[in-house]
């Protein structure tokens, strides 16, 4: 991974560490979508890829938006979907899973990759394979609780993102147990989901992150 990847993602990270989950969108609506939530302060844009004809709309969301956004995959279980990403020009590979073969190939190719952790011990894993952030999911399991208590043994910095249920009304308590930021799923975005209702979601999101850093 070139430094410049790595140092764009730290800066789209302080910016706003909130990662927009865009599952079920499709090509012909990905760029005026994810177009708004840019405009919103969004720069970590995720695409699943159990959505329709999801490496067109990556690959035509990371031409169109500028490079300080950040834009990949969901859902990525594969070394072989890694390498596809690759070619695309992918900068994100966020997993449901800890697999230490798809973590390594997506390191190789240059990528971030951001895999999912229910235990210290995937937590560890993971982090030895070269995640550079920790999917904790699903978050409905995964309390404010356990994920303080993960954290607290963790080596420090590690970013914990918790996935998975997050609202604008329930991010206070994951914040004050060490969370870094989050990844937004149908709270943020809903297939059918126009831009209106898109800017009306991410704006709450984006008020409600914004008055915890205050607040912490």
């Known amino acids: 991974m ?68 950040l834009v990949g995959a969901g859902t990525v279980t594969s070394v072989a979907e ?25 390191r190789a190719a240059g990528m971030i990759c951001t895999p999912g952790i229910a235990t210290p011990t995937e937590a560890f894993s993971a982090l030895a394979a070269g995640a550079n952030a920790l999917k904790c999911f699903p978050a409905e399991l995964l309390v404010p609780s356990v994920v303080k208590a993960i954290g607290t043994v963790l080596p420090k910095n590690t970013k914990l993102l918790p996935v998975g249920g997050i609202r604008p009304d329930n991010m206070h308590e994951f914040l004050a147990s060490g969370a870094a930021g989050f990844g937004l799923g149908s709270a943020l975005y809903k297939p059918g989901l126009d831009v209106t209702g898109l800017a009306e979601r991410a704006q709450s999101f984006v008020a409600a992150i914004r008055n915890e850093r205050k607040v912490l």
Do not use: C, W
Request: no cysteine; proline share 9%; glycine share 4%.
């Open 82 to 106: 890694v390498s596809r990403l690759e070619t695309i020009g992918a900068d994100l590979v966020v997993m449901p899973h800890s697999d230490s073969a798809v973590i390594k190939a997506a």
């Open 2 to 69: 070139s430094d410049t990847l790595l140092s764009r993602f730290e800066v789209a990270f302080e910016k706003l560490p909130l990662v927009a989950i865009m599952r079920g969108i499709r090509p012909d609506e990905a760029i005026p979508l994810t177009q708004e939530l840019y405009d919103k302060g969004f720069r970590l844009i995720e695409i699943p890829l159990n959505s329709p004809d999801p490496f067109t709309s990556i690959e035509a969301v990371r031409k169109a938006l500028p490079m300080d956004a």
